[in-house]
């Protein structure tokens, strides 16, 4: 019986390879159209997505579609694409032939993951934060189902019988199925607890297989050697048992080549070939897909990309592989057949400016002199200026990783503020945790007084991209402040509680960057509730921009919620006054701190003459 259903199913499967083509079916940054046309990527540095005409081999236009677009997809077999841009909150739909905007979607937020049904009537994509996804119907761009699966999702696959969606959380790697027909979650593999940052999931076109590039972050060893780690994972779809996920280690995969920081993995349509980039170390691994279920995949060759690789793509014909070199803006083209370069076509001009553009490369890099031993970089803890949803187990204390978004207006740094400038990450570079060989030559000065700015070019580059972090507003203030969040503010700015003395200014914090370094630390009891705790008793105040989406709070990451921070982590009363806040009270509090930005801070700023970091 078994085995009557399964050759069915192989026979069914393998008559439908014949009619499938891969545009859309996983997520990435870049596509190719159905009929092997056209290739789009979407330019997150600019804001827009570029075409490429693949016979001409150029690029043919570029389409701006607002801030940082990320996923984007082909619709069916067409030539329209759909767009996540990510920071507007929005699923833009363009047509890659003319450049017009056919329509834009709002969502809640962050989109981040789209793929399309064969068919081209529904596209799906993942919101990163609100861990939703949403399905759209393509003629009216009305959103027809949302589904909530997780915390953070960014990958996104829909199988090849287009009965499930795969979607994997962003900080746990998990791999979850929803049913199509249900809209429930069917399924789910879960990773180890060290697995992290997942972005993308790729499925196999004829086996039930699905493939995700992560890594690994073990925040007990802060040392070069043992902290982060790259994978690939692959995951066996089918519903029954011995179905399995398992990871095969990216950095002991040939040798003891280490690459680090897997961004995206392709799967040819015709099953065979399987490649996986890393933006860390700036190469690729070329793979057979192998019919067994151990190895999985065995290595052909190993490619040393461009500046930070972070897509590829096969061609419906099986003949090209592409990659996206993303801080080159550009995307090489390679025979699959020999491995060697064919083409390259420059997808958009440098928009960062040549001295961010070099410190958001050095920020990448998992090589010299950055990093002495390839693992990581610092990206692997920071990707793309947020956080890596971890807390690290640092000499001085448990601390947790901090978004750099407004960080030029909020110097000092650290939750220590045990430094006054990002060209002080000298230190962590030469230190244990990169054994780099450093960008300052000749001696550095120490973290607080004197500065390491202006002793190295591209150690200011490094600070200059940084600092370059700006705040998105949050989506729970977009008709403004509910009356809850109201009557938080209220509270918030009293003098009882006290929580403007300090949370103070349009960055809600009293740190600004002076010269020579300002440095005001206060104790408000969050010391002691951590044994391995070196520095404390009194911090930095951090910003209360943006933390909607950074929990777990405080430096120690213990508080979970905003409501912790009050109630369980502030029994005395040291960190502000709550204590005499009624449960409702509370609620409002945490309301109006979930709306943080509800207005561009960067504009009061201005007007209060504020000045930030270069
Ligand atoms: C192993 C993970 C890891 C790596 C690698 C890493 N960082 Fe960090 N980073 C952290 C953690 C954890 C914190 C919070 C530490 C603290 O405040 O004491 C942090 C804090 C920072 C901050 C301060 C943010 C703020 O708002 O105060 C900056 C700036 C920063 N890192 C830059 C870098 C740079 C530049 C590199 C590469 C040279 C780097 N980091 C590498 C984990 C890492
Ligand atoms: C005396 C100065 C001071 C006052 C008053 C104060 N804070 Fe803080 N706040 C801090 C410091 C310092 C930290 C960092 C403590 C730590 O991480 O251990 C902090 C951290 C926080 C955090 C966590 C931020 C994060 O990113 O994890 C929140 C939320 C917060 N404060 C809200 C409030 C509210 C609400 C009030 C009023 C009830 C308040 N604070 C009053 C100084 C203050």
């Known amino acids: 019986m078994i085995n009557v259903a399964r050759s069915l199913l192989a026979c069914w499967m393998g008559l ?15 596509d190719i159209s159905s009929d092997g046309r056209l290739l789009v990527c979407s330019n997150r540095d600019n804001g827009s997505v570029s075409v490429i005409d693949l016979q001409e081999q150029k690029t043919v236009r570029q389409i701006p579609v607002g801030l940082k677009p990320e996923g984007v997809s082909f619709i069916g077999d067409s030539h329209h694409v759909a767009v996540a841009v990510y920071a507007e909150d929005a699923v833009v739909l363009v047509d ?15 989109p981040y993951g789209v793929v399309s049904d064969r068919a081209g009537t529904r596209i799906f994509a993942t919101l990163d934060y609100p861990g939703r996804v949403v399905e759209i119907e393509v003629a009216t761009g009305v959103v027809k189902r949302e589904i909530q699966a997780g915390r953070f999702l960014r990958g996104i696959a829909l199988t090849s019988d287009q009965r499930q969606l795969l979607v994997t959380e962003y900080y746990s790697t998990r791999v979850q199925s929803i049913d199509l027909a249900s809209g429930e979650v069917r399924d789910q593999w879960v990773g180890a607890r060290t697995d992290n940052l997942c ?25 070069g050697e043992g902290s982060i780690f790259p994978y690939l994972s692959v995951v066996d779809t089918v519903d029954e048992p011995g179905r399995r996920r398992k990871r095969i280690p990216m950095d002991a995969f040939l040798g003891n080549l280490v690459t680090a920081n897997p961004w995206e993995v392709a799967v040819s349509p015709d099953g065979k070939q399987v490649y996986i980039v890393f933006s860390g170390t700036n190469d690729m691994f070329a793979c057979r897909e192998l019919d067994d279920n151990y190895r999985e995949v065995e290595f052909r060759k190993h490619l040393q990309l461009g500046n930070n690789p972070r897509a590829v793509r096969v061609s419906p014909d099986n003949e090209t592989v592409y990659v996206y070199n993303a801080l080159d803006f550009n995307v090489v083209a390679y025979d699959t057949e020999k491995l060697e370069r064919v083409g390259t076509i420059t997808v958009c001009e440098n ?15 998992a090589l010299q002199p950055m990093v002495g031993r390839r693992w990581i970089s610092c990206s692997s803890c920071h990707p793309d200026g947020d956080a890596d949803g971890r807390t690290w187990h640092n000499p001085e204390g448990l601390r947790n990783t901090q978004s ?40 550095v000065q120490p973290q607080l007084g004197a500065p390491n700015a202006g002793l190295s070019p591209r150690l200011d580059a490094l600070a200059a991209y940084s600092n370059s972090h700006k ?6 203030a977009r008709g403004g402040l509910n009356e809850g969040a109201e009557r938080g503010r209220t509270l918030f700015a009293s003098a009882e509680t006290r929580c403007a003395t300090c949370h103070s200014g ?3 914090s009293d740190s600004r960057p002076a010269v020579p370094a300002k440095i005001v630390r206060h104790d408000v009891g969050t010391g002691e509730q951590d044994d391995t705790e070196k520095m404390g008793p009194a911090y930095d105040t951090p910003t209360l921009l943006g933390l909607y ?29 709550t204590s005499h806040l009624t449960a409702q009270q509370i609620d409002d509090v945490v309301e109006f701190l979930k709306a943080l930005p509800f207005q561009d801070p960067e504009i009061e700023a201005g007007q209060l003459g504020l000045r930030k970091v270069r």
Do not use: C
């Open 506 to 508: 349009p960055f809600y």
């Open 471 to 476: 705040f998105t507003l949050s989506p729970y």
């Open 351 to 365: 928009p960062l400016g040549k001295q961010v553009l070099e410190g958001k490369r050095l920020f990448y890099s």
């Open 96 to 110: 890659s032939d003319s450049g017009k905007i056919i329509r834009r979607i709002r969502v809640f937020d962050e």
């Open 199 to 223: 972005r993308q999931i790729a499925v196999h076109p004829t086996r039930p297989k699905a493939y995700l590039p992560h890594l690994r972050s073990r925040v007990k060893a802060v040392h």
């Open 16 to 30: 439908s390879v014949a009619v499938y083509a891969t545009a859309g079916s996983s997520n990435s940054l870049m």
């Open 549 to 577: 989406r950074t929990a777990p709070y405080l430096h120690h990451g213990k508080a979970l919620t905003l409501r912790d921070v009050l109630t369980s982590f502030n029994r005395d009363d040291r960190h502000g006054k």
């Open 404 to 443: 750099f978004a407004g960080m030029a207006w909020t110097h000092p740094i650290h939750w220590s503020a045990d430094r006054d400038e990002v060209q002080d990450f000298e230190h962590t570079i030469r230190g244990k945790l990169m054994q780099g060989r450093g960008l300052i030559e000749g001696p």
